[in-house]
């Protein structure tokens, strides 16, 4: 069945850093492919997206390519904020519902 | 105009017990999706309601159960609780194949 795949956390990085967390996903078809965040007490909120091969969503400083070639969806930014800390979770619609990776914990330290 | 609201904010039942948690989608949204998230992991999708029937189902026992009303709230019952049933109980409203934008800020169960 479908599937997402995140880095391993925690990732911990010193305030304007650059930051890569990879994804990578099994599907069949050509599913939508989302990164959402999860602010420390609170939900979940949908970063970006992107819906076929070769999209890039962008969203605060935040991006991510779709590649269909390496089934991949890295969430990237170039200077990472203290207040970018949280966890990030990778995930792909499959049919009616939407598949999440375990998630990936992100520290930024000042 | 609200988003999505669940009720209650936390819970705590004993083993054997049962539970139900309630969902209002967004204004104007007749689909309700709901998922389990369990501590350090991702969500997991449990089952999905639209005009008043379950349209998709995850990997969970029939112990969790749904019922969607003709307002489109959303109900989620879990019977015999188990100590791994603890966990934030999340509730969405997709619109058609759209990304699940509008979550609830969810329902934290804990068993006992």
């Known amino acids: 069945g479908d599937s997402v795949t995140q880095m391993e956390g925690p990732v911990t990085l010193s305030e304007e850093a650059f930051l890569t967390i990879n994804c990578t996903y099994t599907a069949t078809g050509y599913p939508s492919l989302f990164w959402y965040v999860q602010y420390p007490g609170e939900g979940l909120q949908l970063l970006l997206k992107a819906t076929k091969a070769d999209d890039k969503g962008s969203n605060k400083g935040f991006e991510a390519t779709y590649r269909k070639e390496t089934t991949s969806f890295h969430l990237e930014k170039g200077s990472v904020q203290v207040s970018d800390s949280a966890v990030y979770f990778c995930?792909?619609?499959?049919?009616?519902?939407?598949?999440f990776g375990a998630g990936t914990r992100l520290f930024v330290k000042a | 105009d609200a988003g999505v609201t669940q009720s209650p904010t936390h819970l705590i039942k004993t083993r054997g017990q049962q539970v139900t948690l309630r969902c209002s989608p967004k204004s104007g949204h007749d689909t309700v999706s709901w998922y389990q998230q369990a501590l350090g992991q991702g969500p997991q999708f449990i089952f999905q309601y639209y005009e008043e029937e379950e349209r998709q189902r995850g990997n969970f026992p029939d112990r969790f159960s749904g019922h969607q009303f003709p307002n489109y709230s959303s109900e989620l019952n879990v019977n015999a609780l188990l100590l791994g049933d603890s966990a934030l109980y999340l509730c969405a409203s997709p619109q058609s194949r759209d990304p699940l934008k509008y979550f609830g800020p969810g329902t934290r169960l804990t068993v006992t």
């Open positions: 995930a792909l619609t499959g049919g009616f519902k939407t598949i």
